[in-house]
């Protein structure tokens, strides 16, 4: 009976030391919804709201090899999008998607610019 409460402190402090990491902290919530913070604007619809640009922003998707995701035009304008929120924008207008095969860093890539911007649609 002695050595089954050894035997079972043993076998509980042998995984003291286990570390559990995960990735459901708030910072990765924050980083996952960050391209919901900018909602996307027609030039129609900026023109019946105030506006301000704060500049150019681009985003890339590159598929390196052929095991890699697929580069979209979804994956680009998402990059845009946290481009834009890193700016401080609430808002962004799309411009041109560019799709390059076989450059030097791409097998495929996909480039997305975009306007910035902040609306301040509240009158």
Known sequence: MKYMFV????CLTACSNYEFKSNLNPSNFKEYFKPSAVTEYTEEELASVPNRSLGVVSGLSCQINDTDDVATE???RTDA???AVDLGANAIKFGKCVKLQDTPACKVSV???ADALVVNDKH
């Open 111 to 113: 480039t997305c610019y």
């Open 7 to 10: 035997l079972a402190a043993l």
């Open 74 to 76: 979804v994956k680009a």
């Open 81 to 83: 999008r946290l481009k």
